[in-house]
């Protein structure tokens, strides 16, 4: 599960089934009203809206480009075997005194050119 943000219950994850797109691309002048028609997967003819929109209106060069994507809400999955994602004593030991020690190398890395 590729997720985008985790509750406590419950994770927002990008839609990735059959036919869904990756993206759903739009372009809107922002001169006038006007609108290219929505894409999937294509943000080539977006491009091209815009040029032949600019190109009827010269005046017409700013323009709002948007991308959709499809999100779902999905219950967070239980932990298979809640005791093995439980840390043991040696990994919350080990983790800070690796961190210790690699603080003191690179401090003594810095001290090497002094001794020659």
Do not use: K
């Not at 922002?30 to 190109?55: G, I, K, R």
């Not at 999955?77 to 020690?101: K, S, W, Y």
Request: some cysteine; hydrophobic content about 40%.
């Amino acid at each position: 599960m590729n997720s985008i943000i985790r509750g406590a219950d419950w994770v927002l994850c990008e839609e990735r089934g059959e036919g869904v797109p990756d993206g759903i691309y739009g372009v809107a002048c922002m001169t006038c009203e006007a609108a290219s028609p929505l894409f999937d997967d294509e943000q080539t003819p977006c491009a091209v809206w815009a040029l032949h929109h600019t190109q009827e209106q010269p005046e017409h060069t700013l323009f709002l480009a948007r991308t959709e994507r499809h999100w779902r809400v999905v219950r967070r999955p239980e932990p298979e075997d809640p005791a093995a994602r439980r840390p043991t004593a040696l990994d919350r030991a080990f983790g800070p005194a690796f961190v210790g020690l690699m603080c003191l190398l690179t401090a003594a890395s810095g001290l090497l050119p002094l001794l020659t």
